[in-house]
């Protein structure tokens, strides 16, 4: 069968927790051939230099499709009043059933970028949402607003794409819309797995970021929130990692019957339940896997290190994790373990064999202030690893057990951005060893109970080979 993965900004390019399960998936099922359709920014440094994965033999290609738009010779569109209608309905985020997806793609209706953007079509439309909208703004910035979240699109569904059995998107977004528009025109089943809520974390960035008006922020959320509604519409089955976010799934207007909850797994180690007492000659050994990025919250981790030695308390803390994705956040680590006199007790490693390290660890740390379910949590649990960990995405029934719990806590839970209760965690585990053992007990067998790979691979077996029949069927 032929699978095509659909990523936006991560495999093979960026290291991280959906890469990792993509690589994973593609691995661990060498009876399928797998495609990659990967959305990147733009271009640059999209190369098989810049994989940070090599691709299993099953792996067929990877195709790049940067949303980066070039200008090219224009076509201009030849829409039929339907068409504009069913535009209409596209661009004012009202098109649930998708219509306008029929088209989006063919540039002998709609045109192309070049042309479509500059049409009389595309005037009249964006007018239309001027006055439905009525919002107390500039009509040209407005205007601009409409092209920028729309030109992308339109870009990304005028590609060329080979001819798949199944397609799994793994997000909503610009990685669904496309895995929508395939699934329409061709007539190919649609399976998207969503690691946290795409459409929430792209409304969290919105409100922060500082580019886009305040009075066009609710536009491009509910732009967002749309996309999602679009691949949700058309997949066979959507999957998330934990029920939480089955539930918020459906609020966004997820089909009930099309849920499956599908856990991220990975493989038993053999732990080493490390249980010592700890002195200046042998401080508590502190890990962290993790990437350097604003979202894993590292500054807070270094703000907990300092507390920790200021309170006398001997410690080693190892950052696993790739330092390439965001340079200028990493400088800022940096500066900050210097600034507070820390370079003796923090170490940056880079991207490293972490299951090697791992026994040399005793208590790894997560201070994310957004997650899904953490591959890194699973991983040293896996190992007999405690963690201390902030209470995001599925981190906290990672280490309780949540409501069905059988073995006991894995850990300790804190607020996000909260160094002091980090570093008062830390302490728990230097004033009573014997926990860290015991945590790392209930953590191994919580992994092995709920959480292991071969299971949740064959899960994913079963469901391509049930949705990939769905096609059989109707030919």
């Given at each position: 069968m032929r699978v095509a993965i659909i990523a936006e900004g991560s495999y093979p390019f960026v290291s991280g927790g959906v890469s990792s399960w993509i690589h994973t998936l593609i691995t661990q099922m060498p009876e399928?051939?797998?495609?990659?359709?990967?959305?990147?920014?733009?271009?640059?440094?999209?190369?098989?230099?810049?994989?940070?994965?090599?691709?299993?033999?099953?792996?067929?290609?990877?195709?790049?499709?940067?949303?980066?738009?070039k200008e090219e010779k224009p076509i201009y569109p030849n829409l039929s009043a339907e068409n504009k209608e069913d535009l209409l309905s596209f661009f004012l985020s009202k098109d649930r059933t998708g219509k306008a997806m029929r088209f989006l793609g063919n540039s002998d209706i709609i045109g192309n970028p070049s042309g479509f953007f500059r049409s009389n079509e595309f005037w009249e439309i964006v007018q239309i949402c001027y006055k439905e909208e009525k919002l107390q703004s500039s009509f040209i910035d407005?205007?601009?607003?409409?092209?920028?979240?729309?030109?992308?699109?339109?870009?990304?569904?005028?590609?060329?794409?080979?001819?798949?059995?199944?397609?799994?998107?793994?997000?909503?977004?610009?990685?669904?819309?496309?895995?929508?528009?395939?699934?329409?025109?061709?007539?190919?089943?649609?399976?998207v797995t969503e690691h946290g809520i795409y459409s929430r974390e792209r409304e969290e960035e919105i409100l922060k970021s500082d580019w886009i008006p305040m009075i066009y922020k609710s536009r491009w959320i509910q732009?967002?929130?749309?996309?999602?509604?679009?691949?949700?519409?058309?997949?066979?089955?959507?999957?998330t990692l934990f029920?939480?976010?089955?539930?918020?799934?459906?609020?966004?207007?997820?089909?009930?019957?099309?849920?499956?909850?599908?856990?991220?797994?990975?493989?038993?180690s053999n732990p080493s339940f490390n249980s010592m007492r700890f002195s200046v000659e042998n401080p508590i050994q502190l890990g962290a896997i993790v990437r350097v990025v604003p979202i894993k919250d590292i500054i807070t981790m270094i703000y907990a290190a300092s507390m920790l030695r200021k309170r006398h308390i001997p410690f080693q803390l190892q950052i696993f994790g790739p330092l390439d994705e965001d340079e200028e956040y990493v400088r800022e680590c940096r500066n900050l373990v210097e600034e507070l006199d820390l370079k003796e007790f923090v170490t940056?490693?880079?991207?490293?064999?972490?299951q090697e390290k791992l026994v040399e660890i005793d208590v790894l740390l997560l201070t994310s202030i957004s997650e899904g379910q953490p591959l890194a949590i699973l991983?040293?649990?896996?190992?007999?690893?405690?963690?201390?960990?902030?209470?995001?995405?599925?981190?906290d029934e990672l280490i309780t057990g949540g409501a069905i719990d059988l073995f006991g806590p894995a850990g300790f839970i804190v607020p996000p951005v909260n160094p002091r209760k980090i570093a008062e965690s830390i302490e728990k585990y230097v004033e009573e060893p014997s926990l860290i053992e015991l945590h790392g007990r209930h953590g191994f067998k919580r992994v092995q109970h709920r959480?292991?790979?071969?299971?949740?691979?064959?899960?994913?077996?079963?469901?391509?080979k049930e949705v990939g029949r769905i096609k059989q069927w109707q030919e």
């Amino acid at each position: 069968m032929r699978v095509a993965i659909i990523a936006e900004g991560s495999y093979p390019f960026v290291s991280g927790g959906v890469s990792s399960w993509i690589h994973t998936l593609i691995t661990q099922m060498p009876e399928f051939d797998f495609t990659i359709i990967s959305i990147m920014p733009g271009i640059s440094r999209t190369t098989t230099d810049d994989w940070k994965y090599e691709l299993p033999v099953n792996g067929k290609s990877v195709k790049v499709y940067p949303l980066e738009v070039k200008e090219e010779k224009p076509i201009y569109p030849n829409l039929s009043a339907e068409n504009k209608e069913d535009l209409l309905s596209f661009f004012l985020s009202k098109d649930r059933t998708g219509k306008a997806m029929r088209f989006l793609g063919n540039s002998d209706i709609i045109g192309n970028p070049s042309g479509f953007f500059r049409s009389n079509e595309f005037w009249e439309i964006v007018q239309i949402c001027y006055k439905e909208e009525k919002l107390q703004s500039s009509f040209i910035d407005y205007f601009w607003m409409i092209r920028n979240k729309y030109e992308p699109i339109l870009h990304l569904l005028q590609s060329e794409f080979d001819d798949y059995e199944l397609l799994h998107a793994a997000s909503t977004g610009y990685a669904g819309v496309i895995g929508a528009y395939l699934s329409v025109n061709q007539d190919i089943p649609l399976i998207v797995t969503e690691h946290g809520i795409y459409s929430r974390e792209r409304e969290e960035e919105i409100l922060k970021s500082d580019w886009i008006p305040m009075i066009y922020k609710s536009r491009w959320i509910q732009f967002f929130y749309f996309l999602s509604q679009l691949a949700y519409s058309q997949a066979e089955q959507l999957i998330t990692l934990f029920q939480k976010n089955a539930v918020i799934q459906e609020r966004l207007g997820a089909a009930k019957s099309k849920q499956l909850v599908i856990a991220n797994g990975v493989t038993l180690s053999n732990p080493s339940f490390n249980s010592m007492r700890f002195s200046v000659e042998n401080p508590i050994q502190l890990g962290a896997i993790v990437r350097v990025v604003p979202i894993k919250d590292i500054i807070t981790m270094i703000y907990a290190a300092s507390m920790l030695r200021k309170r006398h308390i001997p410690f080693q803390l190892q950052i696993f994790g790739p330092l390439d994705e965001d340079e200028e956040y990493v400088r800022e680590c940096r500066n900050l373990v210097e600034e507070l006199d820390l370079k003796e007790f923090v170490t940056f490693t880079g991207k490293i064999n972490v299951q090697e390290k791992l026994v040399e660890i005793d208590v790894l740390l997560l201070t994310s202030i957004s997650e899904g379910q953490p591959l890194a949590i699973l991983e040293g649990l896996a190992a007999g690893v405690p963690f201390v960990s902030t209470n995001v995405g599925d981190c906290d029934e990672l280490i309780t057990g949540g409501a069905i719990d059988l073995f006991g806590p894995a850990g300790f839970i804190v607020p996000p951005v909260n160094p002091r209760k980090i570093a008062e965690s830390i302490e728990k585990y230097v004033e009573e060893p014997s926990l860290i053992e015991l945590h790392g007990r209930h953590g191994f067998k919580r992994v092995q109970h709920r959480y292991q790979l071969s299971e949740v691979i064959e899960r994913y077996r079963s469901l391509y080979k049930e949705v990939g029949r769905i096609k059989q069927w109707q030919e």
